[in-house]
C-alpha cells in the first residue's frame, strides 16, 4: 500500500511545499507592506515633529530677542520691569531682582528720619547732621519767603549732600526729610523735584540721572530690614503723590514677589529649558533668559499644523517626558495625532486578516491534501482488493483447467478414429483451456509483480533459444496460421526466463489477435547497443492492423483495451502492461518504434548485463 501510495505522496508534498512556500513569500510581501505602511506613517510623524521642534525653538529664540531691550532696561533702571526677565553675569544673578529684605527686627532708618525731625525742629543737631540741617533750615526758609535765593541755596545743599555721603540707614531718611520739607507742590525747585525720581545732574556733581529717591530706596532694599523699607516706601509714595511725579512703577517694583535665586546646571552650554518655565540662552559670561508659557507656545503650534492641514481638530503637539532641565539640542516635541493611530489600527487589522487568510488558505491545503491521501489509498485500497479477489479467482480456477484440458487431451485420443467434425470438439476445448490458463497466468503474474512480490531469477538467456520456445508456445495456442522469423545472432540477456517467455508470448498472441491478414508475420530481432547505459536492444514487429500514434502510451496503462475496429477481439487488456512491468523489473524499458497498417514494431532496450 505504502509503494503504491508514495508518488501520491510525494506529489501531495512537492504541491504542498510549493503552496507553503507561495503562501510564505505571500505573508512576507503583507509584512513587507505593514512595514512600509508603517515606515510611512512615522516618517510623517517624523518630519511633523522636527518640523514642530524647530518651530519651537525658533519661538523661544524670538521671544528672547524681542525682550533683549526690555531686559537691558530692567538691569539698568529698578523701576523698569523686571518679572519674567533674566540676566547672570559671572555667576552673579541680577534678573530676577533679588527683593529679599535683611533679616531682623530693627528699624535704624526709622530711628534716624525721627531723629532728623526732632532736630529740626528744635535746632539742635550734632554731626553730621548739624550742616546738613542748617542747610535745610535756610532753603526752607527761602521757600517759604519766596526769596530768590531759595535756587541757589537749594543747589549748594544738594550739592554738599552729594559731596559728603552717609551710610545707607542714614543717608535715605535724610533725603526722605529733605523732599518732604522742601516739597512745595508744582513750585517745587527742578533741582529737588528731581533728587525724587530722576536723580541730580551729574554737573552738580551729584548722583547719576538713572538714580532718585525711587531707584536708590529699590536698590538698597536688600540691605534694609523689611519694616525700615516699609516705612521709607510710604514716604516716599507721599511724597511723589505731593510733588505730583509717577510712583505707580515704584509701587509695583517695591510689590515683585522675590523669585529667588535660580539655579543653573553647571553644563549649561545651550539654549535650555528649566523647569518648563524660564528659557535661556547662554552667551560668553553672560546668561539671558525669559519665563515662557509652554503651554500656550505648544498651544499655538498646535493651532498653526492644524490651520495648514497637517492633523484634525483632535491633532496636539505636547512635549514627552518632561524634566527640570532640557537642552534645546536634545529637546523633541511629540505629535499627537488620532487619524494616525487610528490608520495604524487599521493597518494592523488588515494584516491580522490577510494572515487570517493565509493561515486558512494553509489549513484547507493540509486537509485537502490528507482528504486526497486518504481518498487514494481507498482507491488503492479497492484496486487491492480486486487484484486480490481475481488472483484468487485466477489462482483458483488453475486446478479445473488443467484437469479440463486433461480431460479435453484424453477425449481427443479416444476419438482418433471418429469423423474429423467430431474430433474438432476436443481440439476447441484444449485452445480455450490453454487461453483461459494463459489469461490466468497473465493475471497472476502482474499480480505478483505489482506487489513486488516476484523474485527474479536472472541468468544468460539467449533470443534465439527464446525464439525457439515462443515457437512452440505459438503453435499449440493460436489457431491462425504464422511465421516467425528471427535475426538474434548470439545476443543475449541476463534476465528472468520465464517472465522475458511471458513477455514474448504477449506481444505474439496481441499480433496474432490484432490481425486481418493470412499468415500472421512475426520478426524478432535483437543485437547489442552501442549507445551508452544500454546492453541489448530487441525489436518486435508484426503484421498486424497497427496501433493510432495517439494511443502508443495509452496501450500500456492497465486493463486499457484498443477499439478494434470492427473485429470482435477477446481479452482482458492486461499484455502489454504486464510487458512494461517485466521489463520495468528488468531495469529496461518498452515503447512502439513505429505503427501503422503494415504493421507494428516493439522496441525492447535491456541494461547492460553486470560484469560476472
Known amino acids: ?33 505593514r512595514e512600509d505602511a508603517r515606515a510611512q506613517l512615522r516618517t510623517s510623524q517624523d518630519a511633523l515633529e522636527e518640523y514642530a521642534t524647530q518651530a519651537l525653538r525658533l519661538t523661544l529664540s524670538r521671544q528672547l530677542e524681542g525682550n533683549l531691550s526690555a531686559i537691558h532696561e530692567a538691569m539698568g533702571d529698578p523701576l523698569a520691569p523686571g518679572e519674567g526677565f533674566y540676566l547672570r553675569f559671572r555667576d552673579q544673578q541680577f534678573l530676577p531682582r533679588l527683593t529679599r529684605a535683611a533679616e531682623g527686627a530693627q528699624t535704624p532708618a526709622r530711628h534716624h528720619y525721627r531723629a532728623l525731625v526732632r532736630a529740626l525742629a528744635t535746632g539742635s543737631a550734632e554731626a553730621p547732621w548739624r550742616e546738613r540741617l542748617a542747610r535745610l533750615r535756610e532753603v526752607k526758609s527761602a521757600l517759604d519767603r519766596h526769596s530768590p535765593l531759595a535756587e541757589p541755596l537749594s543747589e549748594e545743599l544738594l550739592r554738599y549732600h552729594a559731596e559728603h555721603p552717609l551710610p545707607l540707614e542714614q543717608e535715605l531718611p535724610f533725603v526722605v526729610l529733605l523732599l518732604e520739607q522742601l516739597q512745595r507742590g508744582a513750585e ?110 505648544l498651544g499655538d503650534l498646535s493651532r498653526e499644523l492644524r490651520a495648514k492641514g497637517h492633523f484634525g481638530q483632535d491633532g496636539k503637539v505636547w512635549l514627552p517626558a518632561p524634566d527640570a532641565v532640557l537642552p534645546l539640542e536634545s529637546l523633541r516635541l511629540g ?61 483458483e480456477l488453475r486446478t479445473p483447467l488443467a484437469s479440463i484440458r486433461l480431460l ?112 500472421v508475420e512475426l520478426r524478432l530481432r535483437a543485437y547489442p547497443s552501442t549507445s551508452p547505459g544500454q546492453g541489448v536492444v530487441v525489436f518486435f514487429e508484426d503484421n498486424g492492423i497497427g496501433i493510432p500514434e495517439s494511443e502508443w502510451e495509452n496501450v500500456f496503462r492497465d486493463f486499457y483495451r484498443l477499439d478494434a475496429q470492427g473485429t470482435e477481439v477477446h481479452g482482458s487488456g492486461l499484455g502489454l502492461a504486464l510487458c512494461r512491468k517485466i521489463m520495468a523489473l528488468h531495469g529496461g524499458r518498452i515503447t512502439i518504434e513505429n505503427s501503422g497498417p503494415q504493421g507494428t514494431t516493439f522496441c525492447l532496450i535491456f541494461p547492460p548485463s553486470p560484469p560476472p
Open 408 to 519: 479435453a487431451e484424453t477425449l481427443e485420443r479416444k476419438l482418433s478414429r471418429a469423423p474429423p467434425e467430431t474430433r474438432a470438439y476436443p481440439e476447441r476445448i484444449i485452445q480455450a483451456a490453454d487461453g483461459l490458463s494463459f489469461l490466468v497466468e497473465n493475471i497472476l503474474s502482474f499480480n505478483r509483480i505489482d506487489k513486488g512480490r516476484w523474485q527474479l531469477r536472472r541468468s544468460p538467456v539467449k533470443w534465439e533459444e527464446l525464439a525457439g520456445m515462443l515457437r512452440s508456445d505459438l503453435a499449440g495456442s493460436v489457431s491462425v496460421p504464422f511465421q516467425l522469423t528471427s535475426d538474434t545472432g548470439e545476443a543475449q540477456v541476463d534476465a528472468d526466463p520465464a517472465l522475458l517467455r511471458l513477455l514474448l508470448a504477449n506481444l505474439a498472441r496481441n499480433a496474432c489477435a490484432y490481425n486481418r491478414r493470412s499468415p
Open 1 to 33: 500500500m505504502l509503494r503504491r501510495l508514495l508518488p501520491t505522496l510525494l506529489a501531495l508534498g512537492c504541491g504542498l511545499l510549493a503552496l507553503f512556500w507561495g503562501l510564505w513569500s505571500l505573508q512576507r510581501i503583507f509584512t513587507q507592506e
Open 188 to 297: 517745587t525747585p527742578a533741582l529737588v523735584r528731581a533728587l525724587l525720581r530722576e536723580g541730580l545732574p551729574e554737573d552738580f556733581g551729584g548722583i547719576e540721572r538713572s538714580a532718585g529717591l525711587q531707584r536708590d530706596l529699590l536698590r538698597a532694599r536688600g540691605r534694609l530690614t523689611a519694616l525700615d523699607f516699609e516705612f521709607l516706601r510710604v514716604h516716599t509714595v507721599r511724597v511723589s503723590i505731593a510733588l505730583g511725579e509717577p510712583y505707580e512703577d515704584f509701587i509695583a517694583r517695591a510689590r515683585e514677589a522675590d523669585a529667588g535665586m535660580l539655579v543653573l546646571p553647571v553644563d549649561l552650554t545651550g539654549p535650555t529649558l528649566i523647569g518648563e518655565r524660564w528659557y535661556l540662552e547662554p552667551r560668553d559670561e553672560v546668561v539671558r533668559g525669559i519665563a515662557v508659557d509652554l503651554d500656550a507656545i
Open 335 to 395: 505629535v499627537s495625532v488620532p487619524q494616525w493611530t487610528q490608520a495604524e489600527t487599521a493597518l494592523d487589522q488588515r494584516y491580522g486578516l490577510k494572515t487570517l487568510l493565509v493561515g486558512t488558505c494553509g489549513a484547507l491545503a493540509v486537509a485537502i491534501g490528507v482528504m486526497a491521501v486518504l481518498a487514494q489509498r481507498g482507491r488503492y485500497r479497492y484496486i487491492e482488493l480486486k487484484s486480490d479477489f481475481v488472483a484468487t479467482v485466477s489462482h
